[in-house]
């Protein structure tokens, strides 16, 4: 699922593109799409959009008589300009182009609402990059979950998800297991820390890599990624191998010897496999 990095350069690239432009039309090429009926989305077409905002993981137009458009690309919903790509969910023609929605699979899980409230559609969890180190703290402390299932909780943090939380606490050089109310003020400052460092970084990463090009290569499993999408790999900081921890359709990577003293974490799937 894109996260706070790929949403950001998705939106610098969308304003570039149809800020002050004409949203001539949208075309709809499945009913399942559209998850709201008030506003219609008649009252978008013809409109300027006046405004980009990231709402969560979403991506938020604001047209110029106040209504919103608010895309969740969810796991496998991607953007392209003037191109295809794959199977197209919906086309938003601009005075300046096409954009088009794809989705891979059969789920259909990408959802466009209308609204003149985003605000309604966002889980407000803590802006990671907005927010003080109190404030982190206090959303950290708020319930006792683990880090990891905390860092990826949209009413905690914004924007976070299963491949840069990953990157994150191997940064942090934490168990994904810790559970938060047990972090001393140390380990809560060090989790800030690399909570920035690590999104910024990918961020300016990913801004680099489109060099003014539309993003075509958004993907939450990157080569240079620390651990994420890396099980059974090399840990680039001490070689130990990347282990990992299954449950339902989620994964978490991490590094038993920078993160967790050596130990190898249950692997819920294998557990159950082997009774």
């Not at 458009?69 to 496998?76: F, N, P, W």
């Not at 998800?161 to 109310?181: F, K, V, W």
Request: proline share 5%.
């Amino acid at each position: 699922m894109p996260e706070l990095p790929d949403i950001t350069v998705y939106i610098e690239a969308l304003a570039a593109r149809v800020q002050g432009e004409r949203l001539e039309r949208v075309e709809l090429k499945t009913p399942f799409l559209l998850r709201s009926v008030e506003p219609p989305l008649r009252e978008a077409e013809g409109q300027r959009i006046v405004e980009l905002r990231r709402v969560g993981k979403r991506i938020a137009m604001r047209c110029e008589n106040g209504v919103w458009l608010v895309l969740h690309l969810m796991i496998a919903g991607r953007l392209h300009w003037n191109r295809k790509g794959g199977k197209v969910l919906a086309s938003f023609i601009f005075s300046s182009g096409t954009l088009h929605l794809t989705e891979a699979g059969t789920q259909r899980r990408a959802s466009l609402h209308l609204t003149r409230d985003p605000a309604a559609l966002d889980p407000a969890g803590v802006e990671p990059l907005e927010c003080t180190l109190v404030e982190f703290a206090a959303a950290l402390r708020r319930e006792n979950h683990t880090v990891k299932n905390a860092l990826i909780d949209p009413h905690t943090f914004s924007g976070i998800g299963n491949a840069y939380s990953d990157e994150i606490l191997h940064r942090a050089r934490m168990s994904p297991l810790l559970l938060t109310q047990k972090m001393s003020d140390g380990e809560i400052g060090g989790l800030f820390e690399a909570t920035r460092v690590t999104l910024v970084e990918w961020t300016d990463r990913l801004r680099a890599e489109a060099a003014g090009e539309f993003p075509e290569k958004v993907t939450a499993f990157r080569a240079e990624m620390a651990v994420h999408g890396r099980h059974k790999l090399p840990c680039p900081v001490c070689s130990a191998i990347v282990q990992r921890i299954r449950y339902a359709t989620n994964e978490t990577n991490y590094c038993p010897v920078c993160q967790t003293k050596g130990k190898v974490l249950a692997d819920r799937a294998m557990s159950r496999l082997l009774k």
